[in-house]
Antibody, heavy 120, light 110 residues
Framework: QLQLVESGGTVVQPGRPLRLSCEAS????????MHWVRQAPGKGLEWVAV????????YYADSVRGRFTISRDNSKNTLYLQMNSVRVEDTAVYYC?????????????WGRGTLVSVSS | HSALTQPASVSGSPGQSITISCSGS?????????VSWYQQHPGRAPKLVIF???NRPSGVSDRFSGSKSGNTASLTISGLQAEDEADYYC??????????FGGGTKLTVL
């Protein structure tokens, strides 16, 4: 069964770091690129970042570039999002999602999300 | 990169058809054939319903269809059913090697 499970969401103070994880199962993780997408409470979806299947390319939204880092460990079937210097506006549910079979620019499998709350 | 523009809400009666528009620019929708659409029920993760502008993933009802003309993409749902009531988001690849979402459209089945 294709599955993505996010973890690591918690309450964190502004300016502090936080790392999210996304464990994949049911498909060859090392063959697929992966995305992070977030959704602030009551708001719409916002794309965060993408990483190629082998980690060779990474792209970020302007709102997180320079603060967030996407990475992966294919030996552990796990995707990461390192969040540094978090801000109140980073409060959201963070979803990881798999790229489609045909190209990197649609998301065909989504996790259930993990909630990050940035508050002092 | 600015968000794509969708109507905040649309509605229709069971059995009817509705269309949700998604407006962008030549730097996103108009420049590439990488438009996708997602359905999200309250408290649930998004679900892919259309990719590459007009392709439907296996398992998605053929009542869902997508199209693109110039800088505007559209999602049409025919034979509306109560279970279609949800939020719908369009998404496009951009010239910045990024993705951008629309603001979302709340579909109400009357």
């Amino acid at each position: 069964q294709l599955q993505l499970v996010e973890s690591g969401g918690t309450v964190v103070q502004p300016g502090r770091p936080l790392r999210l994880s996304c464990e994949a199962s049911g498909f060859p993780f090392s063959s697929y690129g992966m995305h992070w997408v977030r959704q602030a409470p009551g708001k719409g979806l916002e794309w965060v970042a993408v990483i190629w299947y082998d980690g060779s390319s990474k792209y970020y939204a302007d709102s997180v570039r320079g603060r967030f880092t996407i990475s992966r460990d294919n030996s552990k079937n796990t995707l990461y999002l390192q969040m540094n210097s978090v801000r109140v506006e980073d409060t959201a549910v963070y979803y990881c999602a798999r790229v489609g079979v045909r190209n990197h620019w649609y998301l065909d499998i989504w996790g259930r999300g993990t909630l990050v709350s940035v508050s002092s | 990169h600015s968000a794509l523009t969708q109507p905040a809400s649309v509605s229709g009666s069971p059995g009817q058809s509705i269309t949700i528009s998604c407006s962008g620019s030549s730097s996103d929708i108009g420049g590439y054939n990488y438009v996708s659409w997602y359905q999200q029920h309250p408290g649930r993760a998004p679900k892919l319903v259309i990719f590459d502008s007009s392709n439907r993933p296996s398992g998605v009802s053929d009542r869902f269809s997508g199209s693109k003309s110039g800088n505007t993409a559209s999602l049409t749902i025919s034979g509306l059913q109560a279970e279609d009531e949800a939020d719908y988001y369009c998404n496009s690849y951009t010239s910045s090697s990024a993705l951008v979402f629309g603001g979302g459209t709340k579909l109400t089945v009357l």
